[in-house]
């Protein structure tokens, strides 16, 4: 994410290390907004009770609790881990391989976007039961007196899955999901190190707080733009329970059909105040913590 320039290339173990508990930092910080940013993309069409990003905070508040709003929790911070650590830890070694040897001078755009989408398909082939198990959790309203939840806690959720769809159970909707996060894992990291190295080019700018909270803004914002249709699909095939979808294509024919176009930007604000701050927070974190862990000659 940084150019060239800015300082040495930590080995991947540190830069997967730096990588994850950044990701598991904003993840944290953020989760109440993913969690009514899932609500709003499941309910489909207008005239739900879902009303808006703080009206959908409120509502699952009041009616389930504060605690609520940190639902997927546990397996977020699993699915940061495995696919948090390797999205970001990849991106530069991928995109050195990418330039080749002996490159000097900033990476060409179109590999930087390269970069994000392999990177981006390779964790979440990894993580996938991680964030089916998250999206379900989420999913999981509210319960009457006395009825247990489907999924109690992350774990239980795994082998819940696992015995009543199978193994494969556990990568559903894995399509969408790998169409979504190559997407948007280019748009974040390709954009974040693009607007940083156009912000330092100026001048104006330097390697600080400010340039790296501008640079998260910003691929926060492509991200959502790009990514906004496929986040939607993938929230409704991972969290379809009952057979609706029977796969993408039906899942996106369905949708335009039955909610209209403009339902593929169901909890567009939240997404982005979502995918915004958590860029913020991710990019800020790790900027500190590469400078952390650079091994000290």
Not at 2 to 17: M, Y
Not at 142 to 156: E, I, L, M, S, T
Request: contains cysteine; positive net charge; aromatic residues 8%.
């Amino acid at each position: 994410m940084s150019p060239p320039s800015s300082g040495p290339q930590l080995p991947f173990p540190n830069l997967f290390a730096a990588s994850a508990a950044s990701a598991c930092t904003a993840e944290a910080l953020t989760l109440p907004l993913d969690t009514a940013k899932v609500r709003l993309q499941l309910q489909g069409g207008a005239g739900g009770k879902y009303k808006g990003l703080l009206g959908t905070c409120m509502t699952i508040a009041r009616e389930e609790g504060a605690g609520a709003l940190w639902k997927g929790l546990e397996p977020g911070l699993h699915r940061q881990v495995v696919y948090g650590g390797l999205r970001i830890g990849l991106y530069e070694p991928v995109k050195q391989i990418f330039v080749g040897k002996g490159h000097v001078g900033d990476v060409p755009l179109h590999l930087k976007i390269a970069s994000g989408l392999t990177t981006g398909a390779i964790a979440i082939t990894v993580a996938s039961p991680t964030d089916l198990v998250k999206v379900r959790m989420q999913s999981e309203g509210k319960k009457d007196p006395g009825q247990p939840r489907k999924y109690p806690n992350a774990f239980r959720a795994y082998g819940l899955i696992r015995r009543e769809e199978g193994m494969l159970g556990l990568w559903k909707g894995l399509g969408p999901n790998i169409a979504r996060n190559a997407i948007i894992n280019a748009a974040e990291l390709a954009s974040y190190d693009q607007i940083k190295v156009s912000l330092l080019a100026t001048g104006v700018f330097h390697d600080n707080i400010l340039t790296h909270l501008v640079a998260g803004l910003g691929a926060g914002f492509f991200a959502v733009c790009v990514g906004s249709p496929v986040d939607v699909v993938k929230s409704r095939v991972m969290g379809d329970r009952s057979g609706k979808y029977a796969g993408v294509l039906d899942c996106f024919i369905k949708t335009a059909r039955n909610d209209g176009i403009l339902a593929f930007y169901n909890g567009f604000m939240p997404n982005f105040a979502r995918l915004g701050s958590w860029n913020v927070a991710m990019f800020l974190m790790l900027e500190q913590m590469k400078i952390v862990m650079t091994p000290r000659s």
